[in-house]
């Protein structure tokens, strides 16, 4: 069935209150549930009450302490039906029972490594008992945990504990109360063996908040990473946007079975252990960033998502696509702007742009679906997140913050919708908001064609600019054109020798024009030359820039503009021409790719000379050429996979042996001194960024003299960052050394199964057609399970995601093993399994003989008995004619 958001209706009773009673058994666990119900009065009078169930089974049930009398209610798995429910307000009492051990969904109430513990967004509540499992019914909470002393001697629930005991022999229960009125989805408990670090908080209220981080006994030197996170970000949501914590407790817990990255239940935020354990030995510096980065993404939930809530689940991005840039903007103050903005910039056109080209384009906000889970995107979070951003560049900080204000004041306690947030912001700038709110409603990328005339004799310069939206075909369907957005365009006029350029246009506010309508035109006035334009500062809009640039204005742009996002965009459309020209012409491996690849390198030289150790992280990820997808993007259609790698790789020889004297420099420059104390910060990951960026070139130019260096530093590395990095430059080169490095990896770390996800998922992305084989023998190991989303994610989404030479294989093998193994787990995990199957979103632009292999992969999941919801969505989408 098909939910659309113009269905949308009140429904037609309403839960206040909430008592459940949850006695923990690992194969039975009972679940009574008192509900205070009345008939909402913005509903239908005297409609029958249907409550959500997905496989429960009832034990029992009273309606006002009375048995329900014959044929009153009408009981499945998947509802309980009150046919004449009382109209006032009147109590249900529910007896369910639900089997933990076997829920290999991960939804609802399961156990992972023996801890009880629960996933409800979005509609899992229904999993544990019959309720009305929507976001805009929303009740106060009390919890009352049962469980064994021994299996569970912690149990926690959401808000406040309020009371502990004996509960017969062996037994012991506790008792949450959370006196924020909720929807079902942000309930959570745990209960289990759990090791405990923490520490406390005290708000800019003054209330004094008791933080803690949960993980497996034996691991809590691994979470004071964490719990510090947790810190910084109640300060910074204090500091930033004046919200504060509104409970005596705020507890992490840290599982290792999860379908995604982390849950902001209230008071108990659930994670994927993944993103909470950190040690030096077992973390990188990009797990380090991780945790960060999702700590405080659930603990800014507390207010966008929970004491603001939505609506409905096609409001999703008014709590993630707001609260990811919330947890952007943090990472942007802990660390350095312009790196993370370009990291952000990086995700967004590897992920989200493809999202948004291919089948399964939606908009950010969606119109209708058929499976909510499908929609936790790329789109709905990172482009909602750029939507946020975009109305902060077009109001100003100053309005933007106290736009924020108003949203959380009037919405306080609410199920709020993205008009409802527009509101806000309108109220308090006076705009009209009309043509910029269809950000949420359009959905494919937006291309901007832009071009610039100098007229000498009137000393002027005029910038145009077209917009244009590509027809997506599920949004033509609607019978929707698609309609000119607000762009806002933060520019700069550079002179062509660097400095910048005093000319002035009314239309620039604050270095920002909007452009509103289909075509705009801006002059400058005053200009003795002409200058070069720097446009789209910090990526101020999700949109591809079509701007003929000449090589010359790029290099200026690289050696001097003030924008480090643009220096940096400067370099990759430097090297995403050489690129694109080669793999257009299917052209061979080579040691140089011509003229422009020298222009490049002999660029970058001056760059190292003149900055990299001013800034080492920034130079690393001016080293780093564009990624495979995003090239493969820029091509646009009739992919060979393949001769994008060899542009690639032709490009990063002619870098390493261009560079290599000073890169081999830079790696002893920045040496850490002998003994030096481990910081993750991003001072020191900068080091060892730009470190391993240069190991990694100087490698592909001289694969001896490399694997050498690579050897050293598997060996003698002081962080996994450094040991992984090196690893992975060895994986790139075939061969005995490579072997016996990457199975003695394997050995060192078989108790550490995070670790070696990072080694499952090197291996799955090497480009050789070995790799196909050596995935295969991997899903053999003692370590990997297909009932591990991190095992399946690691093994082989890196291969069917992150590996584009080997997943489309020209004789269609990645997309049988795909296929294959999305078939294999739909009946366990039909979320990880659907998700796995998103990687055939390209399908459409790779060459016709993969295209075909493709194509008939898609068919053999589409035909096979029995497919969840989840994989018969997304491959009825990828189907759908173009
Ligand atoms: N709200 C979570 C977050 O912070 C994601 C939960 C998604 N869960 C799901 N089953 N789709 O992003
Ligand atoms: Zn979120």
Redesign the pocket.
């Known amino acids: 069935t098909i939910v659309r958001l113009a269905d949308y209706r009140p429904s037609d009773y309403l839960i206040d209150r909430v008592d459940l009673d949850v006695r923990l058994h690992p194969t039975e666990t009972r679940i009574t549930a008192t509900l205070g119900l009345r008939p909402n009065p913005a509903g239908e009078p005297g409609a029958p009450l249907v409550l959500d169930g997905d496989e429960l089974t009832l034990v029992a049930i009273a309606l006002d302490g009375q048995p329900t009398g014959p044929g009153a209610i009408e009981v499945t798995p998947r509802s309980l039906t009150l046919h004449q429910p009382p109209q006032r307000p009147f109590v249900l009492e529910i007896e369910t029972q639900v089997n933990p051990s076997t829920n290999t969904k991960l939804?609802g109430l399961y156990r992972s490594n023996g801890v009880y513990c629960t996933?409800c967004?979005?509609d899992g509540f229904r999993r544990i008992t019959y309720f009305l499992d929507r976001p805009d019914v929303m009740a106060v909470f009390t919890t009352r945990i049962e469980g064994s002393r021994d299996a569970a001697p912690v149990l926690l629930g959401n808000g406040n504990p309020v009371a502990q005991g004996e509960a017969g022999p062996g037994r012991h229960y506790a008792i949450w109360h959370d006196p924020h009125p909720k929807p079902a989805y942000l309930f959570a408990l745990v209960g289990g063996r759990l090791g405990r670090v923490g520490s406390r908080f005290t708000t800019m209220e003054g209330r004094d908040v008791e933080i803690a981080v949960y993980v497996e006994p034996g691991k809590e030197g691994r979470a004071d990473f964490a719990l510090d996170a947790v810190a910084r970000s109640m300060a910074w949501d204090e500091r930033t946007f004046g919200r504060a914590y509104d409970l005596d407790v705020f507890n992490v817990v840290a599982v290792s079975d999860f379908?995604?990255?982390?849950?902001?239940n209230k008071g108990l935020n659930i994670f994927n252990d993944k993103y909470v354990l950190a040690s030096p030995e077992t973390a990188t510096d990009a797990d380090y960033a991780n945790i960060e980065a999702i700590i405080a993404?659930?603990y800014f939930?507390n207010w966008s998502g929970n004491r603001v809530t939505c609506r409905d689940w096609f409001q999703l991005c008014l709590k993630?696509g707001l609260t990811v840039f919330r947890d952007q903007e943090f990472s942007s103050d802990e660390r350095s702007r312009p790196v993370h903005r370009i990291a952000e910039v990086r995700t967004l056109r590897a992920r989200q742009f493809p999202e948004d080209a291919g089948p399964l384009a939606h908009p950010v906000r969606p119109q209708a679906y058929r499976e909510i889970?499908n929609f936790?995107t790329a789109t709905v979070y990172e482009k909602g997140a750029e939507i946020v951003r975009m109305l902060r560049t077009l109001l100003g900080p100053e309005t933007f913050r106290a736009g924020m204000d108003r949203y959380f004041t009037t919405c306080d306690g609410t199920a709020a919708t993205v008009e409802d947030f527009l509101a806000a912001f309108a109220a308090e700038s006076g705009r009209d908001l009309a043509a910029f709110s269809r950000w949420y409603a359009q959905a494919g990328t937006p291309t901007v064609a832009v071009s610039g005339t100098y007229d000498a004799a009137a000393r002027t310069y005029t910038l145009t600019f077209r917009q244009s939206l590509p027809v997506v075909a599920t949004e033509a369907a609607a019978g929707a054109a698609p309609q000119p957005l607000a762009i806002p365009i933060a520019l700069g006029l550079v002179a062509p020798g660097g400095g910048p350029v005093a000319a002035a246009s009314e239309r620039v506010r604050d270095g920002v024009f909007v452009l509103d309508r289909a075509e705009d035109a801006l002059v400058f006035t005053g200009l003795d030359a002409a200058p070069v334009p720097s446009l789209f500062r910090g990526f101020s809009a999700p949109v591809k820039v079509e701007h003929a640039l000449t090589r010359d204005e790029r290099l200026t742009l690289l050696a001097h503009d003030r924008d480090a996002f643009n220096r940096w965009q400067a370099a990759q459309s430097l090297a995403m021409e050489v690129l694109v020209v080669r793999a257009r012409a299917n052209a061979p491996l080579a040691e140089e790719a011509g003229t422009e690849g020298a222009g490049l390198a002999a660029a970058l030289a001056t760059f190292l000379d003149g900055e990299a150790l001013a800034d080492p992280a920034f130079a690393a990820l001016v080293l780093t050429l564009p990624g495979e997808q995003e090239i493969a993007q820029a091509i646009g259609a009739e992919i060979d996979p393949d001769a994008i790698w060899r542009a690639r790789q032709t490009l990063r020889v002619q870098l390493g042996r261009d560079l290599g004297p000073r890169l081999l420099a830079l790696r002893e420059a920045l040496v850490e001194p002998e003994g030096a104390p481990f910081s993750p910060d991003a001072a020191s990951a900068g080091r060892r960024a730009l470190r391993n960026a240069a190991l990694d070139l100087v490698t592909a130019a001289d694969p001896q003299a490399g694997t050498a260096l690579a050897l050293g530093q598997v060996e003698n590395a002081a962080t996994m960052t450094d040991r992984l990095a090196a690893l992975a430059t060895l994986s790139l080169v075939p061969g005995a050394a490579r072997e016996a490095a990457l199975a003695r990896f394997g050995e060192t770390y078989r108790g550490e199964a995070l670790v070696l996800d990072k080694w499952f998922a090197l291996q799955a992305m090497i480009p050789e057609a070995g790799t196909l084989e050596r995935v295969r023998g991997l899903m053999h190991h003692a370590a990997f399970s297909l009932g591990n989303p991190n095992r399946v994610r690691s093994l082989i989404a890196s291969f069917s995601l992150n590996n584009p030479t080997q997943f489309h294989r020209p004789d269609g093998a990645g997309y049988d093993l795909t296929a294959e193994v999305v078939l294999a787990l739909d009946g366990k995990n039909p979320?990880v399994a659907a998700r796995l199957l998103t990687a055939f979103n390209t399908w459409r632009m790779v060459e016709g003989g993969r295209r075909l292999h493709a194509e008939a992969a898609l068919r053999r999941v589409a035909q096979a008995p029995g497919l969840s919801p989840d994989v018969s969505d997304i491959v009825g989408r990828s189907l759908a004619p173009a």
């Open positions: 939804m996933q967004e979005a379908n995604m990255g982390a849950m902001e993404h659930e939930h993630e889970n936790y979320q």
